[in-house]
C-alpha cells in the first residue's frame, strides 16, 4: 500500500507541476459552468438539471453537462500515465524496481481520482450560488455528485487502459475518447434499436443508470454497475503491464 500511495502522490504532484492541471481543470469548469449559467440567465431557471443530467429533455442533448465533460476530461488526464512511461522507457525502469503491476496501476489510478476530486470539488461553488437564489433539494446534489464521482472513476480507469495499451498519448487520448463517449451516447439511441437489443444497451448506457442517482437515489445496483466496471478496466490494465514483462 505504501508503494501505492508513494506513486499516486507523484504523479498528483506531476499533474500540478506541468500545465496539465491548469489547463484541463479550468476547461472542466468552463464547460459545465458556462452552460449551467448560460441556461440560468436564457431561461431563468435556477436548476442544477443542466449540470448533472446527461439528456436534457427527451432528445435535446445536454452537451456540455458534467457526465459529457467528463468523458472529455478523462482522457486528457490519464494519456500520459502509462504511454508516456513506454514512450521515455521509464516504465522498464519502474518495473524493475519492487513494485508491483498493481502498486503502479493503482498509484496511477488514484493520482487521476485526486485531480477528478480537486475538479468536483472546485463545481461546488454551482450549488453555493444556485442555493443563494432559491430553494435547493440537496438529495439529488448529494446523488448528482456521488454519481459523477462514480463515473469520473470510470471513465479514468478507461483512460489508464487505453494509456497502457500505445506509447503515444495522442492514440491513447482518442482511444479513451472514442470508448468514454460511446458509452455516453448510446443511451440516445436505444429508443430506435430493435426490442431484443434494448435491454442490453440500455444497460451499458451510462444515462440510464446517472439519471437515477442524479435524483437523490442512490441504488447500490448503480454502485456495483460503474464499480464492476471500473475494476474490468484495471484489471486489463494490470494485465497489459505484466504481459510486458515477458516481451
Known sequence: MRNTMTIARRELTTYFNTPVAYVVVPIFLIMTGGWLFGTLFLQNEASLRAFFTPFWGSMTPNFFSAPFALAIFAPLVTMRLLAEEQQTGTLEVLMTLPVTDWNVVLGKFLAAIGLLCVALLLT????????????????????????????????????????????????????????????????????????????????????????????????????IYYASLTAACLVITQTTLASRRWR
Open 124 to 223: 461546488v461553488a454551482f450549488p453555493i450560488t444556485i442555493k443563494a437564489m432559491g430553494p435547493l433539494d440537496g438529495g439529488p446534489v448529494i446523488g448528482g455528485y456521488v454519481g459523477l464521482l462514480l463515473l469520473g472513476s470510470f471513465f479514468m480507469a478507461v483512460g489508464l487502459m487505453a494509456s497502457s495499451f500505445t506509447r503515444n498519448q495522442i492514440v491513447a487520448a482518442l482511444i479513451s475518447l472514442a470508448i468514454c463517449l460511446f458509452i455516453y451516447f448510446i443511451g440516445q439511441f436505444v429508443p430506435l434499436l430493435p426490442g431484443a437489443l434494448i435491454p442490453f444497451f440500455e444497460y451499458i448506457s451510462i444515462s440510464y443508470h446517472f439519471d437515477s442517482i442524479a435524483r437523490g437515489v442512490i441504488d447500490t445496483r448503480v454502485v
